[in-house]
């Protein structure tokens, strides 16, 4: 029986209807204590009067709100009034992937984003312990800022046993039983070990969202048929997913490749790895597409290179930089020492707000995790900094303290979606600034920003490290980042150089 508009469920008023499905009814709903809107999950009477189901419908709540992640949607609350079991979730003003999917393809640039921001959430529910299950666009949210949010762990650390029935009437179900165990899910997105009802773990997502990731760029699914049955023959064959096509990039292909292998020892082992290379994909797309505008900027369309010029400007360019680097070198080389020791102090939560703590925290732990895998490098452990936080801070106190040479200490801020970060690394020995940087990224790209402030914290201790070091420290593809370490300045005075020499020798030239 349908709820009508103003019911009232405890301290929430019924609006309108989202919608419905095997395991109850969405409704969009307005909390009146604290006036704000909601989305309420009701779990139907004939559901809630098995156990089994009720059980179920429980550990859904259970663990989406055991779960804090920008890309996860909330679960605020499970409750019951008159007799009416539900479920409490943060409200997305926005659509489903899969209404965007029947416009179309998406573009390659959206579909990476999409599949990034969904890995994120992935690996925050990995490491907690759960699975999803039932990753398929229907459950994807993206929000009108361009945010997704992965709904519905209602599969969630689910264990069925072999004899129950599952409910026919769920569109996200199949009960095929190629073997004991029962088998959950939406068909087209299960993986290999999910369709045999095997044990599962974090693999089998990554194998759904590969599929999610094909259908985006493709609008086709990559093993498709005519029924349930015919779907999980083509999952289940030894037949590997067809190439994106549609101009995908062949790191782009590589990715979903891997995302979509039928043995899931060959797959992505964890999100967190697959999650370092979609990033990385971003980025090298980001940088290819600045060059590309670059150099249309810089290019005339009725322009005539001048070859012999433009050979002759190179070579002096290229003398002039190795003269100004080689200088840089020596001055730098005999000025820094490396630092040896560090302590990381957890970083001070602006915001006082507990929902951001884990931030505050986790960020310089990882960042511990990262520095200790370098050599020569005494990085001081978790336990031996932790018991700083909340206190005054004196970095020359706390460095004479603990024995290190340099301290870093950071401030974090939450600005709506963003995640505000300042950081200072402190020379125990006078208390001045070594080196200071802020970043102000998305709450969904925090992995990347953990990675990036472990490199620039590496790189400011003058450490000098090898490609393997690095690749610890970062797990991603190199990139030469051309001419850095040459100041603007410095830069300028090359080109007037270059112009001064390339004029005299063309007035010696004319004049011989």
Aim: proline share 4%.
């Amino acid at each position: 029986m349908r709820l009508a508009a103003g019911t009232i469920l405890g301290h929430y008023k019924i609006i309108s209807l989202l919608g419905a499905g095997g395991m109850g009814e969405v409704y969009f709903a307005l909390d009146t204590k604290l006036d704000r809107k909601v989305a309420l999950k009701v779990l139907p009477a004939e559901v809630a009067s098995h156990r089994d189901r009720l059980d179920r419908f429980t550990r859904e709540a259970k663990a989406a709100a055991a779960l804090n992640h920008p890309n996860i949607a909330h679960v605020y609350e499970i409750n019951e009034s008159h007799g009416i079991n539900f479920t409490v979730m943060e409200f997305i003003d926005g659509e489903t992937l899969r209404a965007q999917i029947l416009q179309g393809p998406l573009g390659l640039q959206a579909a990476i984003d999409i599949t990034s921001q969904s890995a994120s959430a992935l690996v925050a529910a990995h490491e907690a312990g759960i699975i999803h299950r039932d990753i398929k666009p229907e459950n994807v949210m993206i929000r009108r800022d361009g945010i997704i949010k992965l709904l519905d762990f209602g599969l969630a650390k689910l264990i069925i046993d072999k004899d129950a029935q599952v409910d026919t009437s769920a569109p996200t179900m199949l009960n095929v039983k190629t073997k004991p165990g029962a088998i959950m899910g939406t068909t087209s997105y299960m993986s290999p070990e999910q369709a045999r009802g095997l044990d599962l773990d974090g693999r089998t997502d990554i194998f759904s969202l590969g599929v999610v990731l094909h259908e985006m760029v493709t609008g086709r699914l990559p093993f498709a048929g005519t029924n349930s049955y015919e779907i999980v023959s083509s999952i289940l064959s030894d037949k590997e997913a067809p190439p994106l096509g549609n101009g995908a990039p062949e790191e782009l292909e590589r990715i979903a490749s891997k995302m979509l292998r039928k043995a899931r020892d060959s797959r992505y082992q964890t999100t967190k790895d697959l999650l370092l290379d979609l990033q990385d994909l971003k980025e090298g797309l980001r940088s290819d597409l600045k060059l590309k505008h670059s150099r249309r900027s810089v290019t005339s369309p009725y322009a005539r290179p001048d070859t012999k010029r433009l050979a002759t400007l190179l070579l002096l360019l290229a003398i002039a930089i190795g003269i100004v680097a080689a200088g840089l070198y020596i001055q730098r080389t005999k000025s820094q020492v490396a630092i040896q020791s560090i302590a990381v102090l957890p970083f001070v939560n602006e915001n006082k707000d507990p929902n951001t703590e884990y931030l505050s925290d986790g960020i310089p732990e990882s960042i511990i995790n990262s520095l200790s895998q370098l050599p020569n490098l005494k990085v001081m452990s978790r336990n031996s900094v932790f018991h700083y936080k909340g206190q005054p801070l004196n970095a020359q106190a706390v460095a004479k303290d603990l024995q290190v040479e340099a301290v870093l200490t950071g401030r974090l801020t939450q600005q709506g979606d963003n995640i505000v970060i300042g950081v200072e690394l402190i020379d125990g020995s006078d208390n001045s600034q070594i080196w200071g940087g802020r970043y102000n990224r998305p709450l969904a790209d925090v992995f990347s920003i953990q990675q990036e402030l472990a490199k620039d914290i590496s790189s400011n201790l003058r450490l000098r490290l090898s490609r393997n070091q690095q690749q610890q420290l970062r797990k991603s593809s190199i990139r030469i980042r051309q001419f850095r370490f040459l100041h603007a300045t410095q830069m300028v005075r090359c080109v007037i150089f270059i112009v001064v020499i390339h004029d005299w020798l063309t007035t010696l030239k004319s004049e011989g």
